[in-house]
């Protein structure tokens, strides 16, 4: 498994257990199909399960309205005077999700429990007269609610004076220590890629870089973990238990393989920051490892909470959506809460997640296959009892219809009681086997025909196949391939209710009629179009409004192609009247935006007016080490100015 791609006892050691957890779960009856594949551990069985789960960003930079803090905000300003922990607890288990995950430092470093590793932490707020411990409070809330309970815990870390030291490795070890020792049974430990970078540290206001392949030591790292917490899954890149799906959109590719081969870079062994990540959407079929997807999504544009995206939280349609293509594509739904700077969520936030928790039971509560006659082209030994298809129907994850060992293709007919009208088709295999199927056909028998319906891949632990639009039909089939005998555990029939549409309010910026630039392509940044985007080695862009405005914000939206070169991180907006002499409006970061590339608002704490806009990139994504520049849109807000 692992051996092939690491170096180190430490990590024979973590493989070995995995490999033993799993190969003791894998059969159940002396006859049952032999395991394919590399499997699941007891833990990654308990994760699949799980399903969904939330992620809650919470820091002093809730307070200073930013994404990423940059170390240097006062302890004093992280006052939530109405938190309540229990809220958020609550609105998550109202909204269908079975666990949360306590973001206890960000890369800002501020600690919301009492550590005695680092001074920056919640006893130096006001919080509770600094006597409180915020995750305690989340912990307490998730075992009072019934919820499982999980710790983020940055490796990289902003504030602190010894990042990029050895000493700071111990640090951070000794904070996970903390974690595991005093916040009850986790069901993971999440570890942010996002390492290395200016920040505060304790005053230097510096760059700092790390060898992302060396400096954590990640495998003696992570047997801290497995040796204090051994049911948790970690969480990172490359696992070892869960991985990244490569997006922040919340969505796995179509055809997603929990197994994946993971590849490092320059001959060196795969990291978190450090490996190629071209299969971490996809996975590898019959990879060297099983690690399936996390798929991680704010409910609101950004992870931490700003006043300014109240009207943009998710609606439950479009959660349904991700649900979808997330926990039915075998993978998990990791959600982002951020409660505001009372401590609390928004009402609209609490009011999406009930209304999503409604449609998720109001679907999924009625199975249209109960009630069904299923025959099997075949079934393994004839134990009809023990492999037979009414084990498709007994809501058990690991009891499953199997063929004999030499059918690699099989046949599965549905006859329903009568005409039955759904648009969502549930498949799961029995993954303490592996993940055996390539390929499922399904046709519905119309007009005296079986007529095709659709194909899908990589079933795994869930596949969900929504269809485009609903079908009635007394009849369906089912034609399984796999390169080994089939173990389907089961099926289910569903149909989605008609939603009321509803649309996310989309701000408006000023009218771009009139606007102009001096070439033709950088005109592709005010089109209209997000598609299309201006890719330049210049560092900055002049766009003239045609006409004096009251500007009060500015928007900047990344290329939408999928690929981040020339991305703007670091930024400066100037305005002018006459195209020549400038003015600063405003300078900052965008933080999170080659992994989160939605529409940066930088709303301006003073007003200005101009006629000429020009952004500049102090600092972009490089592409092969080539300094670049790109914009797919540029908005501007506010009003025009009268003559």
């Not at 699949?48 to 803090?69: A, R």
């Not at 600094?130 to 815990?153: H, I, T």
């Not at 004839?382 to 994850?397: P, S």
């Not at 070169?565 to 003015?583: C, L, Q």
């Amino acid at each position: 498994m692992f051996v092939n791609m690491y170096r180190g006892r430490s990590l024979l050691t973590l493989i070995a257990a995995c490999l033993f957890g799993a190969n003791s779960l894998a059969q159940d009856f002396d006859d049952a199909p032999k395991p394919y594949g590399v499997l699941p551990s007891k833990r990654q069985l308990a994760w699949h399960e799980t399903e969904m789960y939330c992620l809650i960003h919470f820091t002093p930079t809730t307070f200073q309205d930013k994404e990423w803090g940059y170390g240097d905000a006062d302890p004093a300003i992280f006052n939530p005077k109405k938190f309540d922990a229990e809220q958020i607890v609550a609105a998550a288990k109202a909204g269908g999700f079975k666990g949360i995950i306590s973001v206890a430092k960000h890369h800002d470093g501020f600690a919301l429990w009492p550590t005695k590793t680092a001074a920056y932490n919640i006893s130096e707020s006001p919080w509770k007269d600094g006597r409180g411990d915020m995750v305690k409070e989340f912990q307490l809330a998730a075992q009072k609610l019934g919820m499982k309970f999980g710790v983020y815990c940055s490796p990289w870390d902003r504030n602190n004076p010894a990042y990029g030291s050895p000493e700071y490795v111990t640090i951070y070890r000794n904070q996970l220590k903390e974690l595991y020792s005093n916040y009850g049974e986790l069901f993971m430990s999440w570890h942010d890629g996002a390492n290395g970078g200016d920040g505060y540290y304790g005053g230097k206001k510096e760059k700092r870089k790390v060898d992302q392949s060396t400096y954590y030591d990640w495998m003696n790292t992570w047997e801290i973990t497995r040796t204090m917490q051994p049911s948790a899954n970690i969480f990172s890149d490359i696992g070892l238990d869960v991985r990244w799906v490569g997006n922040e959109k919340g969505v796995a590719a179509e055809t997603s393989w929990s197994t994946i081969t993971l590849v490092g870079k320059e001959g060196k062994d795969p990291m978190p920051g450090y490996m190629d990540d071209s299969n971490l959407g996809t996975g590898t079929r019959n990879g060297a490892s099983w690690i399936p997807t996390e798929c991680d999504v704010p409910l609101r544009p950004g992870w931490f909470y700003h006043a300014s995206q109240d009207d943009q939280v998710k609606t439950p349609a479009i959660l349904f959506d991700l649900y979808c293509k997330s926990v039915g594509r075998g993978g998990a739904f990791d959600l982002g809460l951020s409660p505001n700077t009372d401590g609390l969520l928004h009402e609209n936030d609490v009011k999406a997640l009930k209304e999503f928790g409604s449609l998720l039971k109001q679907v999924f509560d009625k199975n249209l296959l109960k009630g069904a006659r299923l025959k099997a082209s075949n079934i393994r030994n004839d134990n009809n009892q023990r492999y037979g298809v009414q084990r498709l129907t007994d809501e058990d994850r690991y009891s499953y219809w199997a063929t004999d060992d030499d059918v690699h293709q099989a046949e599965l007919e549905i006859e329903l009681p009568n005409q039955r009208t759904f648009n969502i088709i549930r498949l799961r295999e029995n993954i303490k086997l592996g993940q055996r199927i390539d390929s499922v056909l399904v046709d519905e028998w119309k007009s005296g025909a079986w007529m095709r319906v659709t194909r899908v891949t990589s079933i795994g632990a869930n596949r969900i196949i929504r269809l485009p639009e609903s079908i009635t039909t007394s009849k369906l089939r089912l034609r399984v391939f796999a390169p080994v005998s089939i173990a389907l555990s089961d099926m289910g029939l569903f149909a989605e209710p008609t939603l009321k549409k509803q649309t996310l309010v989309k701000r408006k910026g000023l009218d771009k009629a009139g606007w102009s630039s001096e070439t033709s392509e950088t005109k592709k940044a005010f089109d209209n179009d997000q598609q299309t985007f201006v890719l330049t080695d210049q560092r900055a862009i002049i766009v003239n409004l045609g006409a004096k405005q009251h500007i009060s914000a500015f928007g900047y939206l990344p290329r939408q192609d999928g690929k981040s070169g020339g991305t703007v991180e670091k930024y400066e907006y100037y305005v002018s009247d006459n195209g020549k002499d400038w003015r600063l409006a405003v300078s900052g970061e965008f933080s999170n935006i080659k992994a989160n590339p939605i529409l940066q608002y930088t709303a301006l704490v003073d007003k200005v007016t101009g006629q000429y806009v020009k952004l500049v990139a102090k600092q972009s994504v490089s592409d092969n080490g080539k300094p670049l520049f790109s914009i797919a849109e540029l908005e501007v807000y506010g009003k025009k100015s009268k003559k």
